[in-house]
């Protein structure tokens, strides 16, 4: 499984045009008290950050 996520992340990052540090991701999450604690949302936000990416929290 972690395999195809890392797949699918390279092939992500490959459809960039310009440098990464220029895009911004939002993160939705659902009106859940516990949102902040995702643990799904926080490896994503984790995961753009370490490729260089500005992730945000919508909510």
């Known amino acids: 499984m972690a395999s195809l996520l890392r797949v699918l992340e390279n092939s992500f990052l ?5 440098d990464v540090e220029y895009y911004k991701v ?3 999450t659902t009106a859940s008290i516990q949102k902040e604690n995702n643990r799904f949302a ?3 936000e984790k995961r753009f950050s370490a490729n260089g990416i500005h992730a945000g929290w919508f909510y």
């Open 26 to 28: 939002g993160i939705i």
């Open 42 to 44: 926080l490896k994503s």
């Open 14 to 18: 490959e459809q960039m045009e310009e």
